[in-house]
């Protein structure tokens, strides 16, 4: 299966679609991930904080595919923000994945109340310019948090990975990444509950073009030009979840499942929430 990849700001490539791998820990979250790999993707989503890049590092190891044809992905946690401690917090990844470089580093929280991080984009800016990362980003950033550290360092995150699924479109979020040629990737694409899968206006698509409600939720993403990136556990579920580029929805049905809106999941709301 051929994945499409998308060009980022900085030159660099990523696939169309990812994988999640929140919760998948242990021996059985590694087995997981290589079944994944072993179903072809090829972007890895991690963060220090899911306590699994172990895991990750060895699943790409065991795939015995080579490092240079995967995408691995990770987050600083909030107890790094501030530049020295960027640092410090990246090398603790790096050795948890057991790799010489990452793929795409993302400042998990913005953390407006801690207030360090434009500190921490520059050390961002700091280790993609040592070779150590390739791309440089950011997750659950609003406009305002993206908007100042654009102004403060003159570099625009290649990547912002938010809450994004059927129930919270984010439309101007992602009019704001269109314009500043910043990638959207959708965290919790499915929304981790039956009242997006199980819905008619879903599963009517979904019926449509003789996928499952799963592949229609995600053929959206693709469509509105965000990455999805699927957790699933299962393999025959991984594997239903990358096929998704074989058929086209319309738009009446691109806007329809947009039009499912309800808000977040829970209280993940950027200016407030606060993970260390
Ligand atoms: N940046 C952030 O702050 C942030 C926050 C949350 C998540 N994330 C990232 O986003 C990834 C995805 O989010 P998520 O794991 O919370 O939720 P999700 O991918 O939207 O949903 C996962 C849930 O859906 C089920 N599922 C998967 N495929 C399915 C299918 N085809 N049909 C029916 N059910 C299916 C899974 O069960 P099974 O495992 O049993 O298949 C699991 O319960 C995470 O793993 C993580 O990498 C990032």
């Known amino acids: 299966m051929t994945i499409p990849s998308m060009t980022l700001n900085d030159g660099h490539t990523l696939p169309a679609i990812g994988f999640g791998t929140y919760q998948l820990n242990g021996r059985q979250g590694a087995d997981a991930v290589l079944t994944a790999l072993e179903a072809g993707y090829r972007l890895l989503d991690t963060a220090l904080n ?33 530049y020295e401690e960027t640092l410090a917090g990246f090398e603790e990844s790096r050795a948890n994945l057991g790799v010489d470089y990452v793929d795409l580093f993302l400042i998990h929280w913005p953390l407006p109340r801690v207030g360090k991080y434009v500190d921490t984009w520059r050390a961002m800016i700091r280790l993609r310019e040592e070779g150590l990362v390739r791309s440089i980003g950011v997750s659950n950033f609003t406009q305002e948090h993206l908007t100042r ?128």
């Open 50 to 82: 899911y306590e699994n890049e172990v895991e990750v590092g060895e699943a790409v190891r065991r795939s015995g595919i080579a490092r240079e044809d995967i995408m691995i992905a990770s987050k600083l946690p909030g107890r790094f923000h501030g």
């Open 149 to 276: 550290i654009i102004q403060e360092s003159g570099v625009v995150p290649a990547v912002n990975q938010i809450e994004l699924h059927p129930h919270f479109p984010q439309e101007a979020m992602r009019a704001f990444h269109a314009e500043h040629g910043i990638q959207t990737q959708s965290w919790t694409p499915l929304a981790r509950q039956r009242s997006v899968l199980d819905d008619p206006v879903v599963t009517a698509a979904a019926a449509a073009h003789g996928v499952t409600p799963a592949q229609a939720v995600l053929r959206w993403h693709v469509q509105l030009g965000s990455i999805p990136l699927p957790k699933s556990a299962s393999p025959a579920r991984q594997a239903e979840n990358l096929d998704v580029f074989g058929f086209t929805l319309t738009e009446e049905e691109v806007a329809s499942i947009s039009s499912l809106e309800s808000g977040r999941l829970w209280d993940g709301d950027p200016d407030t929430n606060e993970e260390f």
